[in-house]
C-alpha cells in the first residue's frame, strides 16, 4: 500500500475542498485551505520524495496554467483530471502527465456510453487511463456520481462493474464523496468492498484523520489499495497528520 498525494485546483489556486459541497451554487462551496503556495512547489516536493501517481485535479475552468506547471515540474509523476476529453487528453499527456483521469466524459444521463470509453481507450491506451469512480451511498449501495459529484448515476459499485470497467483502464481512482475533504473518518465499508472486489490497482480517497486511518485503510484494504489524502495534511492547513509521516510511511512500505 502507498499513499498517493494530490493537488487539487480551483480557481487557479491549490485548495483543500469538501467534495459534496461542488455544487457550483453561490456561497455552497465550503473550502478547508487555500494555499499560498504554486502547484509546482508540491509538485517539486512529491517529485523530491519519489511520491508517483498522484493526482492533480482541475475543479472547474481557470485551473490549465496551474495544472500544466505541476505537470512541467514533475514530469510522468503526476496524473491529469478534471475535464478530460479526447479533446484535450493527447495535451496533457504532452504537458507531462504519466495518465488522464476521466469520469464524466464516460457517463451521461446516468448511464454508461462504452463508446466514449473506448474512445477514451483507443486514444491514449489503456496504460494512460485512469477511471474516476467516485461514489457516493444511497441505501446500501455507493453510485458512482458525476458533475463534481452532485449527481447519481445508475451504476453501483459492484463485482461486475469494476470487472466491467477493468477493461478499459489501469487503475481506478474512487473518493468516498460524502466522507471527502471531512476528516471526520474513512468509508469503511466502501474499503472493504473495493479490497474484495478491483480487479486493477485502485486508490482510494476520503475521510483520512491520521495516520491511524491509513493503518485502517491498509488493514481493512488487505494491502491491495493506495490512499490520498488531503484535508488532514500539515501542507494543506490539516493538524491531523504530518506529511513527513506519510513520506515516511511509504518508505516503510517499500522496506516490506
Not at 31 to 40: A, E, G, Q, V
Not at 69 to 89: K, V
Not at 139 to 158: C, E, L, M, N, P
Not at 228 to 251: E, R, W
Request: proline share 3%; charged share 25%; net charge negative.
Amino acid at each position: 500500500m502507498k499513499f498517493r498525494p494530490c493537488i487539487d485546483l480551483h480557481n487557479g489556486k491549490v485548495k483543500q475542498i469538501v467534495g459534496s459541497t461542488l455544487t457550483g451554487s453561490p456561497g455552497s462551496l465550503k473550502t478547508n485551505f487555500t494555499s499560498d503556495l504554486s502547484s509546482s512547489h508540491y509538485a517539486q516536493m512529491y517529485r523530491r520524495d519519489s511520491l508517483y501517481g498522484g493526482h492533480v485535479i482541475m475543479l472547474g475552468p481557470g485551473n490549465e496554467d496551474a495544472a500544466r506547471e505541476a505537470f512541467q515540474a514533475f514530469p510522468q509523476g503526476l496524473h491529469a483530471g478534471g475535464g478530460i476529453t479526447p479533446e484535450n487528453a493527447g495535451y496533457w499527456l504532452d504537458q507531462g502527465a504519466a495518465a488522464v483521469i476521466v469520469t464524466s466524459y464516460v457517463f451521461k444521463e446516468g448511464m454508461i456510453y462504452e463508446e466514449r470509453l473506448k474512445e477514451m481507450g483507443s486514444l491514449v491506451g489503456r496504460d494512460k487511463l485512469v477511471l474516476d469512480l467516485s461514489c457516493r451511498k444511497r441505501g446500501d449501495a455507493y453510485y458512482v456520481v458525476t458533475d463534481r459529484w452532485q449527481k447519481f448515476t445508475s451504476t453501483i459499485i459492484s463485482p461486475e462493474t469494476l470487472e466491467y470497467f477493468s477493461k478499459f483502464c489501469f487503475e481506478f481512482l474512487i473518493h468516498a464523496a460524502d466522507v471527502e475533504g471531512k476528516c471526520q473518518g474513512i468509508a469503511a465499508d466502501l474499503i472493504e468492498n473495493l479490497a474484495e472486489w478491483a480487479p486493477v490497482p485502485t486508490t482510494y480517497a476520503g475521510g483520512v484523520r491520521d495516520l491511524n486511518d491509513l493503518l485502517r485503510i491498509k488493514e481493512l484494504g488487505k494491502n491491495r489499495l493506495d490512499a490520498t489524502v488531503g484535508s488532514s495534511l500539515d501542507i494543506f492547513g490539516g493538524s491531523g497528520m504530518k506529511y513527513t509521516d506519510a513520506v515516511a510511511f511509504n518508505q516503510q512500505e517499500e522496506v516490506c
